[in-house]
Nanobody, 126 residues
Framework: VQLQASGGGLVQAGGSLRLSCAAS????????MAWFRQAPGKEREFVAA????????LYADSVKGRFTISGDNAKNTVYLQMNSLKPEDTAVYYC????????????????????WGQGTLVTVSS
């Protein structure tokens, strides 16, 4: 399984970016995907997750109301629309994939995920 993330870049505070992450390599009967991020000198933190079957979503408090996670089941692709970006959103963003049946509340835990993408850098200037 491969995860290919894209869409990062440099944006001014208040701006928007859309990240994409496409999964390939096998057929997925169950699919849950998420975005995590890691800022310089900090630990990796959860951003958002989606359960493709049913569409349930989970967000970190720090991004609620600004970021939206969505998925395209036919393309095995997850998106992260990031609006009202702040300098503190600067980080490398990683997508992750779970092929199991983890409960929604556990989707914020990195240990749930079987596969990880390579990361895409988002830089927000003040």
């Amino acid at each position: 399984v491969q995860l290919q993330a894209s869409g990062g870049g440099l944006v001014q505070a208040g701006g928007s970016l859309r990240l994409s992450c496409a999964a390939s390599g096998r057929t997925f009967s169950r699919l849950q995907m998420a975005w995590f991020r890691q800022a310089p000198g900090k630990e990796r933190e959860f951003v958002a997750a989606i359960r493709f079957r049913g569409g349930s979503r989970l967000y970190a408090d720090s991004v609620k109301g600004r970021f939206t996670i969505s998925g395209d089941n036919a393309k095995n692709t997850v998106y992260l629309q990031m609006n009202s970006l702040k300098p503190e959103d600067t980080a490398v963003y990683y997508c992750a994939l779970d092929t199991g049946s983890a409960i929604l509340s556990s989707l914020s835990l990195p240990s749930v995920y079987d596969y990880w993408g390579q990361g895409t850098l988002v830089t927000v200037s003040s």
